[in-house]
Structure formats: C-alpha cells, structure tokens
C-alpha cells in the first residue's frame, strides 16, 4: 500500500512507511515543494541575506557565501555534519526518519528542488537503507546528514541484504548523485526528522506493548487467583481516566468466565498492589501514550526547517527561526519512555508472585521439581535486572545540557536522545513482559486441575504453547525467552 501525502502526514502514517509501506506525493505537494524552490533561487538571484543559503551556519551564520561557493556550502554541510558514530539504527528506524524528513518538505516551506525529494522517494521505494549511526546528536543535524550523505554519492547503504557505498546504491536503483543547490545541504540536515521518525517507530511498538501487558497481566491475575471485584466498571470510574478505564474493560473481557478467578473469589480481602492496581499502571501509561502521540502529529504537522521560506518568487520571505528544536517532542518521548518502565517494572513484580513460593501457592520457582530444578528462578533476576535499567534509561534527556556552535547554540532540547533511549525502554520491557507470559503460562500448567481458565485468557497461553512448551530445566532458558519476546515485538495479541 502507498500512502500519499497531500496535507500532513500523522505518526501511524510514518510508522507505516518505517515497516515498509511506500509513500508518494500528491500534485498539490508537488507544487508546494516546487514553489519554495523557486523562492529560494530568488533569494540566490537578489543576494538577500539568509541563514545557510548564502551564509554559513551556527556561529558562522554572520559569514557570508559567495553565489560561487553556495553548492560547496550545501556539499560541506552534509560531509561535515556526518558524525554520527556507534551501532546503526535499524532499517524501521531510518525509513521513519526519511518519511519523516519527506513529510516536512512537502509543507512547502524549506526550498529543496523536486530532485531531492524524488531521491529520498526512490531509497523508501527500493528499500535501499542508508547507513545512519544511533549516536552522535545532541539536537537533530547528525542521523540526517548520513542519509544525505547516500544522496550525494558518499557514505554507505544497504540494498537487498548488500552493504555498498553511496553511488554504488544510488546505481543499483537507477540514480545519479545529486549536486546540491542553495540551501539544500541545510535543509537534509536540518529539523526534527530524526526525533520524530524514531518517536513514530517507538509509538508503534509501545502501542502494542500495551496491548500484551493488558493480556499478560489478565493471564497473570487469573493464575494467581484475582479478586475480580477491584475492576468492576462502577469501582474504576471513581478515578476517571480514559486509560483506566479502557484497561479495566479489557481485563474484564479476558476474565470473563473464567473458573479460577470464581474459585478465588473472597480468598483474600485485598490482592497485592502489583495485582490490584493493573488498571492505574496501564491506564496511565496509556494516558501518556495518547498524549505523546498527539504531540508527535503536531510535530508532523509543523515546518521544523530553519530558515523558512515563504511569499512568492517575485517577493520572498526567509525567516530565520527555531522550529527545528523541539522540546515537546523531546518531552514527549521522555514521558513515554517513563510509563514504559514502569509498565516493565509492575510486570516483574507480578512476576515474582508467580514464582515467588512465599505467596504463590504453586512449585517454588515454577520448578518441575523444585530442588534439582530451578525453574524460573534466574528468569525473575533477569527481568530484575532489566527493570532496573529501565529506571536508568528513564531519565529525562530533555533536561540533559549541552552548549554547541560557539555558544550560539546554548540551549539543547535533545529530542533525538529521548527518542532513541525509548527504544531501548522498550526493548527491555519486552523482554520483562516475555518473562511474565512465560511464568503465567508455566503457572497455568500446574493449575490445569483446579479450575478452568476464561476463554480470553486461554488464547494467550495457547498461543505462548504453539511456540515454546512447559519448561523443565532440560533447555537454555534463553532461547524461550527470545521467541516469546518475538512474539510481542512482531504480532499483536490475540483479540478477545
């Protein structure tokens, strides 16, 4: 499927276009696009002062570029804004990014020619992925110039499993490198591409997340016999929430019939927190992902290039400005990341009381035979251990300082930094929630006796079943926990 922009792309849009989905665009973006580039030969014609197209940039924006020496200055942006060093992002990640950096050309205000656009069309087309460094930006100018860098021939991409360098991919999908104008070489650098395409990509994947820890923690209640009367709908409106509230329904409708949650019923006055409160925990996380993802489509929403051009060709406008920092974003993806952990932090505590013989009620450890056999002991550190990086992940970047360009860059919203440290929230938490579906699903096998599970609950643990069986300390628990993990990165949970 494509998706063609017309007006403004939203976050689902680019997430879409980050999984693979082609984008096009529409011929009144077209003309927008070509229009701001007519407006920005003009500024080159009449010598009118502007930030990057006939000067320098950051400290030397009061330097000014002969017309001689502006398709240098574009050239020199790129090479010397590719910093980026470390692992690279992945092909989801830097076609979000490149969708991203398409969306805010399209709105018609940064002066690009039709060429670089049709460029950055034709590597989402081919699937040709540059190679873009996770590390390196302080604000937003580094995981762009390394797509630049393809666009001009340098750098590296890979294509159909095969790392080449610039020309060489530009060749195999039938370019030529381009030779950047006035401008240009700011404009693929500039804005807030990269922060939103990551922040895309990780709302995509913390969506469904959710949805598995909704699952999960039904699974997990029922297994440790639940009292079910904390989630009626007339006890949960009393702190309105649209997330606690959505939260509640679900657990509800996993629940629904199910013998264990009847055979516990008035067992305990109150269950644990960690039990009790699933609703509060998700539901806010939800709150803060629907917030999050409305900031990321008014990010999509907005010109993020600096300068902007504007007017006509017969009476340009340049306006210098700072819509290329981003500190709602940057906000955003901080508050995102810190729901994230604390959803994996409340999945391994409900894992524990799974596992934990002090207040399970079933084998110590989920062992077929505690003693000799460990079961998911370790299993518990490793979730463990992966909460408690979380907790460090989950400090703020958009308070992180930082003082750049000579001073004339003295304040920093890192946006970029909060996008890519939610991915790794992420990370963790799936792997967290994995452990919890395993040891609900190991605590199910001993409780197939007792009761009969809730048919909403029984397609969770039958789907754990068709990939990994009852463990019994025969295997390395790792590849378990792996197949489960890709279970809730790649596919949604079954629906009720």
Known sequence: MTITIDQVLTWRDVARVGAGEALA????????????????????????????VNTGVGALADTVVDRASQSLLSRSIVLSHACGVGPLLGSREVRAIIAAQIANFAHGHSGVRREIVQHLTALLEHDCIPDVPSKGSAGYLTHNAHTALVLIGEGSATLTGRRMNGREALAAIGLQPLVLGAKEGLSLVNGTACATGLTAAALLRAERLLDWADAIAALTLEAAGCQIAAFEE??????????????????????EGSGLVTAAFG???QDALSLRSVPHAHGAAR?????????ADQELASVTDNPAVSGTPEHPIVSSEAHAVAPA???AADSLAIAVAQIGAISERRMDRLVNPLVSGLPPFLASDAGSH?????????????SNENRRLAAPASLDGGLTSGLQEDFLAHPTAAAGKLHGVIDNAEYILAIELMAAAQAHDFLAATAPRAPGTDLVYQIVRQRISHYGDERPLNGDIETVRSLIRETAPPAV
């Open 329 to 331: 974003l940057g906000q």
């Open 234 to 255: 007339a006890v949960l409106a009393l702190r309105p929430s649209a997330g606690i509230a959505k939260v509640g329904a679900t657990l509800r409708a996993r629940l």
């Open 287 to 295: 709150d803060v992902f629907d917030n999050s993802a409305r900031i």
């Open 25 to 52: 665009l529409s011929p009144a973006t077209w003309a927008r696009v070509e229009q701001a580039s007519r407006i920005v030969e003009r500024i080159v014609e009449t010598g009118v002062r502007a930030y990057g």
């Open 374 to 386: 460990s079961g998911l002991m370790i299993a518990q550190y490793t979730a463990a251990a992966l």
């Open 267 to 269: 067992r305990r006055t």
